[in-house]
């Protein structure tokens, strides 16, 4: 073989490649928007859920607590029940996991009682852990 055509089928596998991973972009973009959407839900849902305390009733629990309480059922209401495991749409993102204190993986919802300012910090992370995607602040209790 001679070193133009060595050259020009290099040149042709990497542009394969090239195309290849230009063509994979969208997908993972795609998967990514999902994902993303998932945290908003999430977020939303643990507002929802820790702002309701204070309207039930639960004003004497302080943030730690109102967190911890939540925390436990807002994970356990994504988990598909048995009899409905076979029609659970897989194609869906995975549920997102709801965390005290940091993350500890991507895509996880965090959740940080801030007893002193009676507030509950919520924090939304992709997959760079060192920066939310979201981050609010709601009164507790």
Known sequence: MKPLQIALYSIAILG?????????Q???????KGKE????????????????LGESGYIQWTPSTSVEETMV??????IPMPEDYE??????????????????APWQVVLVP???????????????????LI???IPCC
């Open 114 to 132: 801030l007893d002193d300012q009676n507030l509950v910090r919520i924090e939304a992370y992709g997959e760079d852990l060192s920066v939310p």
């Open 73 to 78: 059922s807002l994970n356990a209401a994504q």
């Open 135 to 137: 981050q609010k602040k």
């Open 26 to 32: 969208p997908a993972v973009q795609m998967a990514n």
């Open 37 to 52: 959407i998932s945290l908003e839900n999430a977020v939303w849902s643990a507002e929802a859920t820790l702002s309701s």
């Open 16 to 24: 394969g490649y090239f195309l290849i991973a230009q063509l994979n």
């Open 87 to 104: 029609e659970y749409d897989r194609s869906l993102p995975d549920p997102v996991e709801y965390v005290l204190h940091q993350p500890n």
